[in-house]
Protein backbone atom coordinates (compact mmCIF):
# COMPACT_ATOMS: atom_id res chain seq x y z
CA UNK A 1 0.00 0.00 0.00
CA UNK A 2 1.36 3.26 -1.06
CA UNK A 3 0.26 4.96 2.15
CA UNK A 4 2.92 3.00 3.99
CA UNK A 5 5.22 5.56 2.85
CA UNK A 6 4.13 8.13 4.32
CA UNK A 7 4.96 9.94 7.78
CA UNK A 8 3.85 12.69 10.03
CA UNK A 9 7.73 14.06 9.49
CA UNK A 10 7.59 13.73 5.33
CA UNK A 11 3.87 15.32 5.63
CA UNK A 12 4.75 18.42 7.67
CA UNK A 13 8.03 19.20 5.77
CA UNK A 14 5.34 19.44 2.59
CA UNK A 15 3.30 22.02 4.44
CA UNK A 16 6.05 24.04 5.47
CA UNK A 17 7.89 24.42 2.25
CA UNK A 18 10.51 22.25 3.20
CA UNK A 19 10.21 19.93 0.87
CA UNK A 20 7.65 18.81 -2.11
CA UNK A 21 6.65 15.97 -3.09
CA UNK A 22 8.56 14.04 -5.63
CA UNK A 23 6.66 13.66 -9.18
CA UNK A 24 6.91 10.20 -9.14
CA UNK A 25 5.44 10.04 -5.78
CA UNK A 26 2.30 12.37 -6.67
CA UNK A 27 1.70 10.13 -9.49
CA UNK A 28 1.51 7.35 -7.60
CA UNK A 29 -0.92 9.17 -4.70
CA UNK A 30 -3.12 10.43 -7.64
CA UNK A 31 -3.48 7.01 -9.34
CA UNK A 32 -4.14 5.50 -5.42
CA UNK A 33 -6.80 8.30 -4.58
CA UNK A 34 -8.46 7.95 -8.18
CA UNK A 35 -7.59 11.80 -9.04
CA UNK A 36 -5.16 13.60 -11.33
CA UNK A 37 -2.09 15.11 -10.19
CA UNK A 38 -3.68 18.35 -10.96
CA UNK A 39 -6.32 17.99 -8.36
CA UNK A 40 -3.75 16.98 -5.78
CA UNK A 41 -2.10 20.35 -6.34
CA UNK A 42 -5.27 22.19 -5.66
CA UNK A 43 -5.13 23.34 -9.82
CA UNK A 44 -7.64 22.71 -12.76
CA UNK A 45 -6.55 19.96 -14.92
CA UNK A 46 -3.37 20.61 -16.94
CA UNK A 47 -3.03 19.44 -20.42
CA UNK A 48 -0.51 16.55 -21.25
CA UNK A 49 1.94 18.39 -22.49
CA UNK A 50 2.62 20.19 -19.79
CA UNK A 51 2.61 17.50 -17.28
CA UNK A 52 6.45 16.87 -18.21
CA UNK A 53 7.38 20.26 -17.88
CA UNK A 54 5.57 20.56 -13.85
CA UNK A 55 7.85 17.38 -13.13
CA UNK A 56 11.06 18.84 -14.20
CA UNK A 57 10.00 21.90 -11.93
CA UNK A 58 9.32 20.04 -9.07
CA UNK A 59 12.79 17.95 -9.72
CA UNK A 60 14.49 20.94 -9.97
CA UNK A 61 12.53 22.13 -6.72
CA UNK A 62 13.55 19.45 -5.14
CA UNK A 63 17.26 19.55 -5.31
CA UNK A 64 17.13 23.59 -4.75
CA UNK A 65 16.20 22.43 -1.49
CA UNK A 66 18.10 19.52 -0.94
CA UNK A 67 20.74 21.90 -1.95
CA UNK A 68 19.87 24.11 1.16
CA UNK A 69 19.01 21.85 3.05
CA UNK A 70 22.74 20.55 3.05
CA UNK A 71 24.28 23.75 3.28
CA UNK A 72 22.13 24.42 6.56
CA UNK A 73 23.55 21.28 8.07
CA UNK A 74 26.96 22.29 7.25
CA UNK A 75 26.53 25.65 8.61
CA UNK A 76 25.09 24.34 12.17
CA UNK A 77 27.90 21.75 12.20
CA UNK A 78 30.59 24.24 11.83
CA UNK A 79 28.63 26.75 14.19
CA UNK A 80 28.83 23.85 16.86
CA UNK A 81 32.48 23.42 16.20
CA UNK A 82 33.11 26.90 16.86
CA UNK A 83 31.44 26.50 20.27
Same mark, same amino acid.
Given at each position: ??????????? /? +??????? %????? #? &? /? +????E?? %????? #? &?? +???????????L???????N????????R????????????
Amino acid at each position: MLFCKFNCKLI /S +KWEKGYS %VPDAD #L &L /S +KLADELD %VSVSE #L &LG +KDEIPAEETDSLSNQLARINEQLSIRNRRAKRVWKVQLCLL
